[in-house]
C-alpha cells in the first residue's frame, strides 16, 4: 500500500537515524520501502547540498527557490514513481522544512512559501509527518560534536535564535494537525523513539 511518510526537525534532531531505522524495520518486513533527503536524490537535489555545505552565502529567497526546484525534481522523478508503484516513501525532510527554515526562520513571507510548495509538489502531501522536538541548545550540541563533526553549512552556523525561530515553526504547523503529525521528545533514547514511531505507521499501513 502507496504510503508517504516524512521525518522533520531541527538539525541535530535525530530525524535521520529514525528515518534509517524505519526504513530497516519495514525491509526486515518484506515491505517495499525508499528513503531520500532533501535536499539529495537527484542531480539537482545533490548539487545544492554540495553548494549549501560549499557555505557560500545565499539570499534567503534564492535559498527558497533553489530548495523548492530540488523538491519539484524529487517528486517528478522519485518519490511520485515509487508512491505509483504501491512502495512506501520515507522522506528526510520535505515542504515542512521550508516553512519552517525560510519561513520562520529567514523570515520570508508564509504564502508564498505554501504556494510554491504547493507548485512544487503538485499538491502530494504526507500521510504522517513525524516531527523530533530537541531544546536548540541539545541539537547544536549534538551537531558540534557528532557526525557533521563541526563543519558548518549555511544553518550549522546560524545564530541560536535562528534555530529557536525554527522550532516554534515546526510547533506551530504540527498543531494545526495533530492527527497527520507525531511530535516527540527526540531526547528520548533511540529505540523507544523507534517503537513509538513504527507503532503509529503500523496503524496506518
Ligand atoms: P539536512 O540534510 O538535515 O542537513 P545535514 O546534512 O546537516 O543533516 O538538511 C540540510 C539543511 O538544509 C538543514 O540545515 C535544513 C536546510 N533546509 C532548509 O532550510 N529548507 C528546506 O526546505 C530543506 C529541505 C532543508
Not at 7 to 15: A, I, L, M, P, Y
Not at 130 to 158: I, W, Y
Not at 166 to 182: C, K
Amino acid at each position: 500500500m502507496a504510503c508517504f511518510i516524512v521525518f522533520e526537525g531541527g538539525d541535530g534532531s535525530g530525524k535521520s537515524t529514525q528515518a534509517r531505522s524505519l526504513l530497516r524495520r519495514m525491509r526486515r518486513r518484506g515491505i517495499q520501502a525508499l528513503h531520500t533527503r532533501e535536499p539529495g536524490g537527484t542531480p539537482l537535489g545533490q548539487a545544492l547540498r554540495s553548494l549549501l555545505k560549499s557555505g557560500d552565502p545565499m539570499t534567503p529567497i534564492s535559498e527558497l527557490m533553489l530548495f523548492e526546484a530540488a523538491r519539484a525534481q524529487l517528486v517528478e522523478q522519485v518519490i511520485r514513481p515509487f508512491l505509483q508503484q504501491g512502495g512506501v516513501v520515507i522522506a528526510d525532510r520535505f515542504t515542512s522544512s521550508t516553512v519552517a527554515y525560510q519561513g520562520y526562520g529567514r523570515g520570508l513571507d508564509r504564502e508564498l512559501i505554501e504556494r510554491l510548495n504547493r507548485e512544487a509538489t503538485g499538491g502530494l502531501e504526507p500521510d504522517l509527518t513525524v516531527l523530533l522536538d530537541v531544546p536548540v541548545e541539545t541539537a547544536l550540541a549534538r551537531k558540534t560534536g557528532g557526525e557533521s563533526g563541526g563543519k558548518g553549512d549555511n544553518f550549522d552556523d546560524a545564530p541560536a535564535d535562528f534555530h529557536r525561530r525554527v522550532r516554534r515553526g515546526y510547533s506551530a504547523l504540527a498543531a494545526t494537525d495533530p492527527e497527520g503529525w507525531l511530535v516527540l521528545d527526540g531526547q528520548r533514547p533511540p529505540e523507544q523513539l523507534g517503537r513509538e514511531i513504527w507503532a503509529k505507521v503500523e496503524a496506518i499501513l
